[in-house]
């Protein structure tokens, strides 16, 4: 073989080993994007787009409700909403699902009531019962979440329509296929007398949002509105934590924003709420069927929130015949709500509300009682036995709280069987037109507390006892009025008191029952009567 022979076998084995190793490079290249693609097609992430949901408003509860099943068979994963309208009905959600809604992202739930069919076990206002599923449903599942930057819209005013023309029919008329579904399914149902009314009109509306029985629940960053019912309503649930989220409903019926409900370890922080009921709510069931669960609601925290329009900016009960204890509420902030602080049960309920922490809290134009417990949530009942059917306040203690252009301080009003125990309030500066009340209570302290008063006396205390008013008083004294009034008050503790301003009366004590009061280290420089003694009054009563 000659020379350039030789040369030109080299070059075509050089040519095809070139070849060789630039082909076996786009084979690498090749495997590489593929096992890329595959790996990000197995992500978790669904894109609802993909999966046969569309974003022109059109109806694609299947679609959705297919990815969801779809992702669960895999172990779990993400449904993910791009920007555009979506329309659904009820959604079932599973465990380990994440509902992803991007910025602009609009999900609307159906106002066809047959979309919330069939009928599931849910609780409604604490009692259990089978109606309509709720537009997110979950139960027994693990590792939920919804969140994202877009917005959820219940389009709840096909629900509050029904409702009012159920109420306001002036007599009977007929049923609709959805109370005979309802009466067919819940018979056997037990509830108190005065529940009749409500029982009777067998329509119930459903939740924007109820996990039943289930853990590890994660509702973040989204915006709900017109809920048809309550809208972030967990009951019988572990570890769940709604934080920066914002709820608008309108002025409608029952639409309270997060509802709580015999859960455990709760954590609420950073939401903005306007709705039509009570901003945030915290039950655990109603009468009999609470007890009969006997599941409280414990481990709660509350903080960094905005409450506008509602009826309550932070409520416990009425439903807690399961109990509820160590509830904390701080850094909140209670603009334009009926009512700031409300605690509220009566005869019947049963259950116990204790160890409570409010602080921090800074409320304005509060169109009732700034701070509320009571015990006559419904005012006709009567005198009976201590039994499980009593209510219970106690261990609740409130602290560094501003109120301006409220109705009322507060009022306390407990029950004579079972008078409110062990109630605190410190550092506390309200202005208003009424003062605080407190009626039927036991070991109950004021420090540091200014009530500025246009109406009334600045504190209002009878048919209790152990109380301590220490450095209390107004910077507005009503010239005839006194600023502390007691009927029927017995060891009790009034010092350290120093009215800055002119003040006519400060102390009026009346009241067959009154004895045991004691003033000390005051000094009343700048008072004209600093005890008025009504005609009742023992001469006794009151050591100076």
Known sequence: MTKNENKDLRNLQNLRETKYTNMKNILIILCFITTFNTAFANDGWLNILNEGGNNKGIKC????????????????????????????????????????????????????????????????????????????????????????????????????????????????????????????????????????????????????????????????????????????????????????????????PNTDGINPSSCTNVHISNCHISVGDDCITIKSGRDEDGRKYGKATENVT?????????????????????????????????????????????????????????????????????????LFYDKDTKVEPVTEKTPIFRNIHMSNITGSNVNKAGQILGITEMPIQNITFSNINMDGKEGFTVSTATDVEFHDVKVNATVGSSFKISDSKNIILDNVGSSTPIKGVPVIKLDNVSNMMINNNFPFNATDVFIEADGKETKSIFLKNNVFNNVTTAVKKGKDLDKKAISE
């Not at 297919?66 to 659904?88: C, D, H, R, V």
């Not at 329009?309 to 209670?334: A, L, Y």
């Not at 409570?356 to 409320?363: E, L, T």
């Open 302 to 374: 509350i903080t960094n929130c905005t409450m506008l329009s509602g009826h309550g900016g932070v409520v416990i009960g009425s439903e807690m015949s399961g109990g509820i204890k160590k509830i904390t509420i701080s850094n909140c902030v209670f603009d334009g709500t009926d009512r700031g602080i409300r605690i509220k049960a009566a005869r019947g309920r049963g259950g116990v509300v204790e160890d409570i922490r409010v602080d921090n809290i800074v409320m304005k134009n509060i169109k009732e009682e700034a701070i509320v417990l009571s």
């Open 61 to 252: 509860t299947e679609a959705i409700q297919s990815a969801i099943e779809k992702a669960s068979k895999n172990g779990g994963g993400t449904i993910f909403f791009p920007s555009g309208e979506y329309l659904t009905g009820a959604l079932k959600l599973k465990s380990n699902i994440t509902i992803h809604l991007d910025s602009g992202a609009l999900l609307k739930f159906s106002d066809n009531f047959d979309d919330y069919l069939p009928y599931v076990e849910m609780r409604y206002e604490g009692l259990v019962m089978k109606s309509f599923s709720p537009l997110f449903y979950a139960k027994d599942a693990e590792n939920i979440t919804i969140k994202g930057r877009g917005v959820i819209d219940g389009q709840g005013k096909a629900w509050w329509n029904e409702v009012y023309r159920i109420e306001s029919a002036k007599g009977p008329i007929p049923q609709t296929k959805y109370q005979k579904m309802w009466e067919e399914q819940n018979k056997g149902i037990v509830y108190s007398d005065y529940y009749k009314r409500t029982i009777d009109k067998k329509f119930f509306r459903p939740s924007f949002f109820q996990a039943y029985g289930c853990k590890n629940i994660l509702i973040e960053g989204v915006t709900f509105q017109n809920s048809p019912f309550w809208t972030i309503n967990p009951e019988f649930c572990d570890n769940v934590t709604v934080t920066g989220i914002s709820i608008f409903n309108p002025h409608s």
